[in-house]
C-alpha cells in the first residue's frame, strides 16, 4: 500500500531564506505528484504537478523535483516571504485518487 | 468565475442526525472527489466518482453516501452511521481526459461537527 511521508512536520525560519520540503512516497509506480498549499481553514491550492516522466517543474519561486526510483520529491521555495507561512502537502496520484502526506507547516517570519 | 463552490463552510449536526455537504463545480470537469481531513492529517478518500451516475467507494466510505444525479454536482451525506464525523471536508474534481495525468482542483472545505 502506498505511504506518502513529509519531514519535517513542521518548519520556521527567516524571511529571505531558502528552503527545501521532503516528500517521500514507498511504491515508485505512480502517475504523478502534486504538491499543494493549504491555508489555515482553507482549501487546497495546486502549486506544481510532476509528472512521472518528468524530472521537475518550476513556477516563480518555487522548484518541485521528483525521483521516482528513489522515492523522494523536493519542493524548494527560494527567499522565502511571510506569506509564504502555509502548510504544504504533497500528494501522488496511486491510479484511484490521490494519496497524501500529512504536510509540513512553514512559518517565515519577518 | 470557474471554480468548486462548497456550502455550507460551517455545519453543526446533532447525534444521531444526517447532514448533506454540497459540491458543485462549474469546470466541466466529469470526476469528483470527496476527502476528509483530520487535525495534523493528510486527506483521506471518502468516495469519488469518474461519470454521471456512477461512483466508487474510498478508503474510508463508512457512514457516508453520495449521488452523482448531474455533472456539476457531488453531494456528500454524512450518515448517523458515521461514529466520529467531525472533520474538515473537501471535495475535488479534475477532467477526465487523460485521467490520471491531470491535477485535481480543490473547493473551500466544509468544517462538519457534531454537538
Known amino acids: 500500500k502506498q505511504e506518502v511521508t513529509q519531514i519535517p512536520a513542521a518548519l520556521s525560519v527567516p524571511e529571505g531564506e531558502n528552503l527545501v520540503l521532503n516528500c517521500s512516497f514507498t511504491?515508485?509506480?505512480?502517475?504523478?505528484l502534486q504538491w499543494f498549499r493549504q491555508d489555515p481553514g482553507k482549501g487546497l491550492t495546486s502549486l506544481l504537478l510532476i509528472q512521472s516522466s518528468q524530472r521537475e517543474q518550476t513556477s516563480g519561486r518555487l522548484n518541485a523535483s521528483l525521483d521516482k526510483s528513489s522515492g523522494r520529491s523536493t519542493l524548494y521555495i527560494a527567499a522565502s516571504q511571510p506569506g509564504d507561512s502555509a502548510t504544504y502537502l504533497c500528494?501522488?496520484?496511486?491510479?484511484?485518487?490521490?494519496?497524501f502526506g500529512k504536510g509540513t507547516t512553514l512559518s517565515v517570519s519577518s | 468565475d470557474g471554480g468548486i463552490t462548497q456550502s455550507p463552510k460551517y455545519l453543526f449536526r446533532k447525534e444521531g442526525q444526517n447532514v448533506t455537504l454540497s459540491c458543485e463545480q462549474n469546470?466541466?470537469?466529469?470526476?469528483m472527489y470527496w476527502y476528509r481531513q483530520d487535525p495534523g492529517q493528510g486527506l483521506r478518500l471518502i468516495y469519488y466518482?469518474?461519470?454521471?451516475?456512477?461512483?466508487q467507494k474510498g478508503d474510508i466510505a463508512e457512514g457516508y453516501s453520495v449521488s452523482r444525479e448531474k455533472k456539476e454536482s457531488f453531494p456528500l451525506t454524512v450518515t448517523s452511521a458515521q461514529k466520529n464525523p467531525t472533520a474538515f471536508y473537501l471535495c475535488?474534481?479534475?477532467?477526465?481526459?487523460?485521467?490520471?495525468?491531470?491535477?485535481?482542483?480543490f473547493g473551500p472545505g466544509t468544517r462538519l461537527t457534531v454537538l
Open positions: 469546470l466541466n470537469h466529469d470526476a
Open positions: 466518482s469518474q461519470i454521471v451516475n456512477d461512483f
Open positions: 500528494a501522488v496520484e496511486a491510479g484511484t485518487a490521490l494519496i
Open positions: 511504491d515508485s509506480a505512480i502517475y504523478n
Open positions: 475535488a474534481s479534475r477532467p477526465r481526459l487523460a485521467l490520471f495525468y491531470n491535477e485535481q482542483f
